[in-house]
């Protein structure tokens, strides 16, 4: 699976996003070791705190399917320049990265920008 395919596929879920709140969408396309993609868009409440990110509904996906060694995330907002993961989002895929790494692939109205999570997040916590 080609980074490329993540985006359009996080392209795509954006479209679904529920945020007549914030009025900014986000969709995310993850990808696991064994070659499976999940995505997930962000899901928003009347109750603000109770919102879930695009990232965290894909990963969600992801465990329920029994998939727990994600190497790859594109995150997409059609209201941000780059989008990137917010910090209890890179928590969460702190706990599911793989052996070799989480490449985060960000992109917006502006392009694309791939880094890592251990850049994102550095010395995650773990118990
Ligand atoms: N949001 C995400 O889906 N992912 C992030 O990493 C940052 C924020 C969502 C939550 C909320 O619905 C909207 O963006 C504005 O915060």
Same mark, same amino acid.
């Given at each position: 699976m080609e980074y490329q395919e993540l985006i359009e596929k996080a392209v795509e879920v954006s479209k679904n996003s529920y945020s007549p709140y914030s009025k900014f969408a986000v969709g995310a396309c993850l990808l696991t070791d064994n070659g499976h993609v999940y995505s997930g868009c962000n899901f928003e409440n +009347? +109750?603000?705190?109770l919102t879930i990110c695009a990232e965290r509904n894909a990963v969600g996906s992801a465990i329920a399917a029994g998939d727990k060694k994600i190497k790859a995330i594109a995150i997409y907002s059609p209201n941000s320049e780059y989008c990137y993961p917010c910090g209890a989002c890179r928590q969460v895929l702190n706990e599911f990265k793989s052996e070799n790494g989480l490449d985060v692939i960000t992109t917006g109205k502006s392009g694309l920008k791939v880094t890592t999570l251990d850049e994102l997040l550095p010395e995650g916590f773990n118990l």
């Open positions: +009347s +109750s603000f705190g």
